[in-house]
């Protein structure tokens, strides 16, 4: 059976599917509500008015504190609902999304889908990474910069030093996760002082479980969507 819509209906859908349909008041509860529905919010470092992470939420809900998607995020305890990972890029998700992309982690640990750079560094240089890791188990959240033993001055943009290498091979791995940030510098620790139990003790999904997951998350948030769409989110 194939369904058709006319334009009209295909926008009130998407429009309506991305939380803007009635008018809602800015409320700690609708903020949580709205993330579940979005599914992904993504962090960028662009600040030309406020981190472009906040954004979404105000359009859609109006003026609020930030504060409160700083708690669901990087907060202790029952305060943290989202965590980052690379989503559709570098993301906020809700933690009930966490067993749907291990799958994602489980191929990073192989150098599959993640940057050329990253994997060769991780074929390469098992010794920096496992050396890193041993500092993030010994010390607790730490930044690339309190780890580096660089000695020249960084270049621009991508030019990180071994460590930092190291901190995002074992991220995008699922070895370590964001448990705060410093301004804007992540923070990284072990999953397990970070993310709720419940979450980490789930049973691992097939790839197929996972992926089929995802699509229907993608499906949901988007409401009108092509193959290429649900993919891409």
């Known amino acids: 059976m194939t369904l058709s819509l006319s334009l009209k209906q295909a926008r009130r ?54 504060e409160w998607l700083d708690q669901l995020a990087w907060g202790r305890g029952r305060q943290r609902q989202l965590f980052e990972y690379w989503g559709h890029e570098a993301s906020l998700l809700p933690l009930s999304l966490y067993p749907l992309m291990r799958w994602r982690m489980a191929r990073a640990q192989q150098g599959e889908g993640i940057y050329r750079q990253l994997a060769q560094f991780g074929r390469e240089r098992p010794d920096v990474i496992a050396r890193v890791l041993a500092a993030v188990r010994d010390q607790g959240a730490l930044g690339a910069g309190s780890l580096s033993t660089r000695q020249e001055r960084a270049g621009p943009w991508w030019d990180w030093s071994e460590e930092k290498h190291a901190l995002e091979w074992l991220f995008a791995a699922g070895r370590v996760t964001v448990a705060g940030r410093r301004g804007f510098e992540r923070l990284y620790d072990l999953p397990e002082r970070v993310l709720p139990a419940a979450i980490l003790d789930q049973p691992e999904l097939s790839d197929s479980e996972a992926q089929q997951g995802l699509l229907l998350q993608a499906a949901t948030a988007l409401g009108v969507a092509t193959e290429q769409d649900l993919r891409d989110n």
């Open 13 to 66: 859908l998407a429009l309506s599917a991305q939380g803007f349909g009635k008018p809602q008041a800015a409320t700690p509860a609708a903020l949580k509500r709205m993330l579940q529905r979005l599914g992904v919010v993504q962090i960028d470092s662009v600040n030309a008015l406020v981190r472009s992470h906040y954004l979404p939420l105000f359009s859609r809900l109006g003026d609020y504190p930030t």
